[in-house]
């Protein structure tokens, strides 16, 4: 069965600092990694994936994110933050290993705060 | 514009009754899902489809009921036997490569509120 977890409901910081959105998952065999923005009142915005290759991915508005196999992780990070980055950040995983249907299972959300 | 569309935007309905949400894309993707965010819970699968009048039901099918008559729409019908209702709704849409699927699209959502 897969599963991800983000271990914090909520991650203050403040304008300029580095941030730093925890996400952990469990598969039976390689994952398919991915993280979304949703802001107020919309729908998921995708941000950046995983899918094979180098373990540091970059995407949109200068976020990243680092594959770790040995501590299953995937972790989001920006080396500063703004105060437009504040919104709920989803981690999703899909599981490459066929377990009776090619499913996305999302975390429960982080919602970011960025202060001035 | 290529994108995916939901309507209506907010949605009022009297206990017993069922509606429809509707959920259209142009963006050419095989498949498409439905999922339902409740505040602190994230995303739940409710329903989806990776081809035409094809759909597998997701984590939280009951109540709930869902067509694919044409590539282009995914419209979820909430019907009365769904006891919680309230909730955002929101649609997506992906490609397919081979056995491997692509990042999700979203809609805008529908916000339903059971009166």
């Known amino acids: 069965a897969q599963s991800v977890a983000q271990p914090e409901d909520q991650v203050n910081v403040a304008e300029g600092n580095p941030l730093t959105v925890k996400c952990t998952y469990s598969?039976?065999?390689?994952?398919?990694l991915f993280w979304y923005v949703q802001y107020p009142n919309r729908g998921l915005q995708f941000l950046l994936k995983y899918i094979t290759g180098d373990n540091l991915v970059k995407g949109s508005y200068g976020f990243e994110a680092e594959f770790n196999k040995s501590q299953t992780s995937f972790h989001l990070k920006k080396p500063s933050a703004l105060v437009s980055d504040s919104a709920l950040y989803f981690c999703?995983?899909?599981?490459?290993?066929?377990?009776?249907?090619?499913?996305?299972?999302f975390g429960a959300g982080t919602r970011l705060f960025v202060k001035a | 514009d290529g994108g995916i569309t939901q309507s209506p935007k907010y949605l009022f309905r009297k206990e017993g009754q069922n509606v429809t949400l509707s959920c259209e894309q142009n963006l050419n993707h095989d498949a498409m899902y439905w999922y339902r965010q409740d505040p602190g819970q994230g995303l739940r699968l409710i329903y989806y489809?990776?081809?035409?009048?094809?759909?597998q039901k997701g984590d939280i099918a009951e109540g709930y009921s869902v067509s694919r008559e044409k590539k282009e729409s995914f419209p979820l019908t909430v019907t009365s036997a769904q006891k919680n209702p309230t909730a955002f709704y929101l649609c997506a849409s992906s490609s397919l490569s081979g056995l491997q699927d692509n990042e999700q699209f979203f809609g805008p959502g529908t916000r339903l509120t059971v009166l």
């Open positions: 489809s990776q081809i035409v009048n094809d759909f």
């Open positions: 598969v039976s065999g390689n994952p398919y």
């Open positions: 999703a995983v899909r599981d490459t290993l066929y377990t009776g249907g090619f499913k996305t299972i």
